[in-house]
């Protein structure tokens, strides 16, 4: 049973940092590419960035140059480094893994592809 966990989220003042992390369990985390998304109330889900298991990664074009994914396989855990921080990057942060495609197909909105798996949560305010 695939369990994923987000934690590191709170409440930052604009150009702030967070580091979000997600523990993942019940799959064999080499195997699968690994995102995450955001998600405002009012407002579509969508990718911020996202790693495939050979490395290769992919991000918004809101979060270039400000936000850094990485994972330690060791560890089975997956991070997003969020430096200069937005008040617009407020939302629930959420992590997501599948092992049927390519991250980069998750950018794709006309694909309509999305990860299997969901963690619950963590959520990111940030202040001006």
């Known amino acids: 049973q695939v369990q994923l966990v987000e934690s590191g989220g709170g409440s930052v003042q604009a150009g702030g940092s967070l580091r979000l992390s997600c523990a993942a369990s019940g799959f064999t985390y080499s195997t699968y590419c690994m995102g995450w998304f955001r998600k405002t109330p009012g407002k579509e889900r969508e990718v911020v960035a996202a790693i495939d298991n050979d490395g290769n990664t992919n991000y918004a074009d809101s979060v270039k140059g400000r936000f850094t994914i990485s994972q330690d396989n060791a560890k089975n855990t997956l991070y997003l480094q969020m430096n200069n921080l937005k008040p617009e990057d407020t939302a629930m942060y959420y992590c997501?893994?599948?092992?049927?495609?390519?991250?980069?197909?998750?950018?794709?909105?006309?694909?309509?592809?999305?990860?299997?798996?969901w963690g619950q949560g963590t959520q990111v305010t940030v202040s001006s």
């Open positions: 997501a893994a599948d092992a049927r495609s390519p991250s980069w197909a998750w950018f794709d909105e006309g694909l309509g592809i999305t990860p299997r798996d």
